[in-house]
């Protein structure tokens, strides 16, 4: 399974930003896709996840009512719609998959990375 992540860039605080998880080398419909983010000297961070088997969701409670995930199965692609955007948002994000069914913030649930995209948001 290869990962790619792409959508990210600078914008200012109250922005918005979409980013897109583009999935290929294996069907994803067995798969967990989620989205972390990371800063210099901090551990991984679960965001968001979605899971293709059962449609569970997770948001971690920063971003809850403000990030929206989803799937698109035609394109192979998970994206990750940003509103509401403040400076502690500032990070890199990557995204991953997991063959697990139950969406999950469980960095040790998911196989497989793709590199990650940076996200600055500015005041």
């Known amino acids: 399974v290869q990962l790619q992540a792409s959508g990210g860039g600078s914008v200012q605080v109250g922005g918005s930003l979409k980013l897109s998880c583009a999935v290929s080398?294996?069907?994803?419909?067995?798969?967990?896709i989620g989205w972390f983010r990371q800063t210099p000297g901090n551990e991984r961070e679960g965001v968001s996840a979605?899971?293709?088997?059962?449609?569970?969701?997770y948001y971690a409670a920063s971003v809850k009512g403000r990030f929206t995930i989803s799937i698109d199965n035609a394109q192979d692609t998970v994206y990750l719609q940003m509103n509401s955007l403040n400076p502690e948002d500032t990070a890199v994000y990557y995204c991953?998959?997991?063959?697990?069914?139950?969406?999950?913030?469980?960095?040790?649930?998911?196989?497989?990375w793709g590199q990650g995209t940076q996200v600055t948001v500015s005041s």
């Open positions: 080398g294996h069907s994803f419909d067995e798969y967990i």
């Open positions: 991953a998959a997991g063959r697990y069914s139950g969406a999950s913030e469980n960095v040790k649930m998911y196989n497989y």
């Open positions: 979605i899971s293709a088997v059962d449609d569970s969701t």
